[in-house]
């Protein structure tokens, strides 16, 4: 995997280094400690992890992941807990609190790359057009042309299709994210992902789908704007 690291100190920077250089399948092809090079650097190269400090003077980490389309995955690395819930909330494969050891690192890494691997299976790249999903003892084909927007809700994931809503309880919203192509799906609140061919009209504070409104959270609507 070829991963780049940013960081605005360079003694936190040469950790990630010392403990790249020990992980055999993480490639780290540069750093930085402005992120504003590392966005130059990201449009012209393939990216599949970033390793990104949180609290940073000139950008956050998070606004900095909200700038990005498309972005590839990330451990956000951080000395400060408390934006942990904000880092996954954002999908991050993993979060990482300073100083980490090595095995920590590994830890994270491997995470990572057990996704990379489910993501670039042989047969693979095509982008699916259909998922299965678990309802009661069921697994159901769902078509993803059929998907308005999913709502996560209590110990539920409530799927609305065009003509029928349906209950999983085995899949969270953030799995279900993963499943979908994020070409297609957009996370527009921790509660919600909406089909972006399905929406009808939006503003700063949510999206209209026919007669749902469905909110965007003030952690995704950079990215949802973008």
């Known amino acids: ?6 960081d605005d100190e360079p003694i936190a920077l040469d950790v990630v280094k010392a403990h790249a250089a020990k992980v055999s399948f993480i490639d780290l092809a540069a750093t930085f400690t402005n992120a504003f090079n590392a966005v130059t650097y990201l449009q012209q190269n393939q990216v599949d992890l970033i390793f990104l400090d949180i609290k940073m003077p000139d ?8 700038s990005i389309t498309n972005p ?3 451990v956000f690395t951080t000395a400060y807990s408390e934006h942990a819930v ?13 100083p980490f050891s090595l095995s920590r690192f590994l830890k994270a890494c491997n995470k990572a790359h057990e996704l990379y691997l489910l993501r670039t299976k042989p047969g693979q790249s095509k982008e699916p057009n259909s998922i299965f999903i678990k309802d009661g003892y069921e697994q159901i084909k769902v078509e993803l042309d059929d998907i308005l927007f999913i709502e996560a809700s209590g110990n539920y994931t409530k799927i609305y299709l065009k003509n029928e809503t ?5 899949v969270t919203i953030t799995d279900m994210l993963l499943l979908l192509p994020q070409k297609q799906f957009i996370r527009t609140h921790r509660a919600f992902i909406v089909s972006r061919d399905k929406i009808n009209r939006y503003d700063r504070n949510q999206a209209i789908i026919g007669e749902h409104i469905i909110p965007i ?8 704007k973008n």
């Open 72 to 74: 590839p995955m990330v």
């Open 1 to 6: 995997m070829i991963a780049i690291a940013i």
């Open 86 to 98: 904000k880092g996954f909330e954002l999908n991050a494969i993993d979060y990482l609190l300073k």
């Open 217 to 224: 959270g003030a952690t995704y609507s950079m990215a949802f």
């Open 59 to 66: 950008v956050s980490g998070i606004d900095f992941l909200n």
């Open 166 to 170: 349906l209950l999983s309880t085995r």
